[in-house]
């Protein structure tokens, strides 16, 4: 069986993320950075999404997934009676079959699926989709 040094597999390694998304084994370093909320729920951010049958504006989000295997995901909003809020929670991950596995921090578990620059994430039935600017 031929071997291939470690530079050979670090370029295959990107080759296959920018073309698939996550494969099992990739670094945290290759998604790390921070993404921008373009949708919830297909809805253009910013835009008027609905939460628990409840109106919300959702004004603008980040998702910044850092290279230490943490998470920041920031959204600032308009609540139902009009107060402008934000949100800020934190997460660990890890990469597991071709997608981030996010413990929330004091909550539960999401899973996210990052393809190149565009990350879209389920949480409790609201779809979230960011990309990298």
């Known amino acids: 069986m031929r071997s291939y040094g470690p530079g050979l597999v670090m370029i295959a390694t990107i080759v296959l993320i920018g073309c698939q998304g996550l ?3 990739d670094s945290y370093t290759e998604i790390a950075g921070i993404y921008y909320l373009v949708k ?5 951010v910013p ?5 628990d049958g409840a109106p919300i504006h959702v004004r603008s989000g980040t998702f910044i997934i850092s290279d230490d295997g943490t998470i920041i995901s920031q959204t ?6 009009g107060n402008e809020l934000s949100r800020e929670v934190r997460a660990n991950y890890r990469i597991e079959d071709s997608r981030l596995v996010i413990q929330w ?10 393809e190149g620059d565009n990350v879209v994430m389920d949480n409790h039935g609201m779809i979230f989709e960011y990309t990298k600017s």
């Open 40 to 44: 919830v729920d297909d809805t253009r």
């Open 76 to 81: 600032h909003f308009i609540s139902p009676d």
């Open 105 to 114: 921090e004091g909550a539960g578990v999401t899973e996210a699926k990052v």
């Open 23 to 25: 494969t099992p084994g």
């Open 47 to 51: 835009g008027d999404v609905s939460h």
